[in-house]
């Protein structure tokens, strides 16, 4: 039962944030630009791009995560995706740039809190991802490293 | 178009859906939403009729500012806005603090009353010359070199006119109504659809922006 609760909870709490967060940038696509041109990462050029096109992977992982199609896999890619941001907000803090982070919000400055935030998002994905895994060591039975299969 | 049995005739149908269909458009919230007239503001090109109008408050004294005036602002001026495409206006906002910026700003508006090309020129060479001035505070030295020493000297006698300063805090007090936070904010309006963003936008992301209003 609670492995149960735990698995809906990881579930619904990423694939509404996921949600969430693509839907704010979709219906803010300049904000959303302004925010990654703040990162001082990619060629003026990409920026737009990966403005039209970034939010609706989002929107799709919310919507893999949420309707359960794939699940390993999606939640893999949300690992990675989360991994990637937590990376690029580190780099950037250290790097001195007063960013906005355009992660939920565009009232957001990148802070050591918003790199926490989101490298804590990172524990329900991983575990979505190694779910079967985690149960089967902690039940005690031998069982093969999870395959993305 | 003439309904069987009704008594509606196409003129009157026309007249009356000249009423409704803006009404109703404002209901659901998709009408055009116009900036309110007489509010402050230099339209720096394009006009009122322009399909998509860019409104920038910003602050001579704000890094950002000087990247989206030169990068940004100034290839649009160049490319839409002579071809009415695009209406830009600027708006002053020099933030709490930055007095030089409140400085810039009132030459500025002087500028503004020499015309249209004058204040370009002032705009940039104040832009441009940010660093400079921002360290020795001698910001008539960056004005002058905009514009030939007659120029230069009626300048200075319009500055002492104080309706300047009242312009300026004029520009200041609007931005205030507008609830801006930071220095550049956009409010950009097209179709209908208004976006407000804070921070720096590369020319190539507000080409592409335009693209899908403008031919």
Redesign the interface.
């Known amino acids: 039962m609670a492995w149960r609760f735990l698995h809906w909870a990881c579930r619904i709490l990423l694939g509404a944030l996921f949600l969430y967060s693509g839907y704010i940038k979709i219906a803010?696509?300049?904000?959303f630009?302004?925010?990654v041109?703040?990162y001082q990462a990619v060629p003026?050029?990409w920026?737009?791009p990966i403005?039209q096109y970034f939010p609706w992977l989002e929107v799709a992982l919310g919507i893999g995560l949420l309707a359960g199609w794939k699940l390993r896999h999606v939640a893999g890619a949300a690992a990675l995706l989360l991994l990637f941001f937590s990376v690029l907000l580190t780099v950037t803090w250290l790097r001195g740039i007063q960013a906005?982070c355009g992660c939920l919000s565009?009232d957001d400055p990148i802070s050591p809190a918003t790199i926490a935030r989101d490298s804590l998002l990172l524990i329900p994905a991983l575990y979505l991802l190694l779910e079967g895994w985690l149960k089967n060591s902690l039940a005690g039975s031998p069982s093969p490293p999870p395959s993305a299969a | 178009m003439c309904f069987s049995g009704s008594r509606i005739s196409i003129r009157s149908f026309f007249k009356t859906r000249r009423i409704l269909l803006p009404a109703l458009l404002l209901i659901l919230g998709i009408a055009p939403i116009l900036p309110a007239q007489g509010s402050p503001g230099r339209i720096l090109g394009g006009s009122r009729n322009s399909p998509v109008r860019i409104d920038v408050f910003s602050d001579f004294q704000c890094a950002a500012c000087r990247e989206l005036f030169l990068n940004t602002i100034k290839p649009i001026l160049k490319e839409y806005s002579a071809r009415d495409k695009v209406c830009v206006v600027y708006h002053e906002y020099p933030v709490a603090g930055h007095t030089l910026g409140l400085a810039a700003a009132r030459y500025v508006e002087a500028a503004h009353r020499l015309g249209l090309p004058r204040l370009l020129a002032v705009m940039e060479s104040i832009f441009l010359d940010q660093a400079a001035w921002a360290r020795t505070g001698n910001l008539d030295a960056s004005v002058a070199k905009a514009m030939p020493p007659a120029d230069f000297s009626r300048l200075k006698q319009i500055m002492q006119d104080p309706r300047i300063g009242a312009e300026v805090n004029r520009h200041i007090q609007y931005a205030r109504q507008q609830k801006i936070q930071a220095t550049p904010t956009?409010i950009?309006r097209a179709a209908g659809k208004e976006?407000?963003?804070?921070?720096?936008?590369?020319?190539?992301?507000m080409k592409?922006?335009i693209g899908r209003y403008v031919k």
């Open positions: 803010q696509p300049l904000q630009s302004a925010a041109a703040g003026e050029t920026i737009w403005a906005n565009f | 956009l950009i976006e407000r963003v804070d921070g720096y936008i590369p020319y190539p992301v592409h922006f």
